[in-house]
């Protein structure tokens, strides 16, 4: 029904259950606080076009004709990853997952949602969120069903979500007449995997380049972080050599994060009208789900990763 509220979930027994609280952060906010973080230094601008090894070391090639060598390469070069072919052997094309997804960050309004409440509209096998994240901001985003092949609107962001979303209640309005349309992000969802391995020798994929997800879960960035925990673990512990190592954190990565982008995928699916039977049905069950059947789903994807 129009405009009717479908749960109201406080996050609290999910805090007490993991030992956790939520921190919501933007992506870009994130990357910057790694990058103060890191030690090292950092080359942007840099295009790997292939990777090489011999027995005792790997090489990255660069499109500015530069290469370096290392003890291993980590290929986390995303969904198109030029790594992953190399460690497969094979090119794998991403899968379009049957919608177009709209988001990006605005300044936090209560003519949009309350500021400290992460909400979702649905309807019409379309979604539209707020979540509020550092900076008095909201990070928002809207699902929009679309064939592989659909063109944006010819007037831009706006005037296709006015369309998309026409008749949606007020504060969906609100939030579309708040957007900057230069600073928001229009992306064809799409993902990789399972794959059957991650490692060949000195070279192992990581994130998005090993196991792309659909973001109906949450777990893109989430999964590349966990990849890093235990990719490190294994080169700290193991004192074999370091291909061992890269064995090890393949054979301790490929299961969970398989599992997730299948998990991911059949949620998309379901949520998204593939089958609008089934998106009807999960519409009902939002109205009825106990609140608990959310927090316990969402603490078994936490305590099943390698920081519980």
Not at 89 to 101: D, L
Not at 109 to 138: C, Q
Request: with cysteine; net charge negative.
């Amino acid at each position: 029904d129009k405009g009717k509220l479908l749960n109201d979930i406080d996050l609290q027994p999910l805090v007490l259950q993991v030992g956790q609280r939520p921190y919501p952060v933007a992506r870009a906010d994130l990357q910057q606080m790694l990058l103060e973080a890191f030690p090292g230094q950092v080359h942007l601008k840099a295009q790997c076009i292939g990777v090489e090894q011999t027995g005792d070391n790997a090489t990255a090639l660069f499109a500015d004709g530069r290469s370096v060598s290392a003890d291993l390469i980590v290929g986390a070069d995303g969904i198109r990853s030029t790594v992953r072919e190399y460690v497969l052997g094979e090119t794998i094309a991403p899968r379009y997952a049957g919608y177009v997804n709209v988001n990006g960050l605005v300044a936090a309004n209560p003519d949009l949602a309350d500021v400290s409440t992460w909400v979702i509209y649905v309807g019409e096998h379309k979604r539209d969120s707020m979540m509020p994240v550092g900076g008095d901001r909201f990070y928002f985003f809207f699902d929009l069903p679309l064939p592989e092949k659909a063109q944006p609107h010819p007037d831009g962001i706006r005037a296709e979500l006015e369309t998309t979303f026409e008749g949606w209640c007020q504060p969906v309005q609100n939030l579309i007449a708040a957007i900057e349309p230069g600073q928001t992000n229009r992306l064809p969802i799409r993902d990789v995997g399972p794959l059957e391995r991650f490692a060949r020798d000195r070279i192992v994929l990581l994130g998005d380049a090993a196991h792309t997800t659909t973001p109906d879960l949450g777990q893109g960035g989430c999964q590349a972080m966990e990849d890093a925990i235990v990719l490190a673990r294994c080169l700290q512990t193991t004192t074999i050599s370091v291909i061992d190592a890269l064995k090890r954190y393949e054979a301790e990565r490929v299961p969970r994060t398989g599992k997730l982008v299948l998990r991911a995928r059949q949620r998309t699916d379901d949520i998204h009208g593939k089958d609008p039977v089934v998106t009807q049905k999960w519409y009902e069950q939002l109205a009825s789900e106990p609140p608990e059947a959310v927090t316990g789903a969402i603490a078994k994807v936490i305590l099943g990763g390698p920081l519980h």
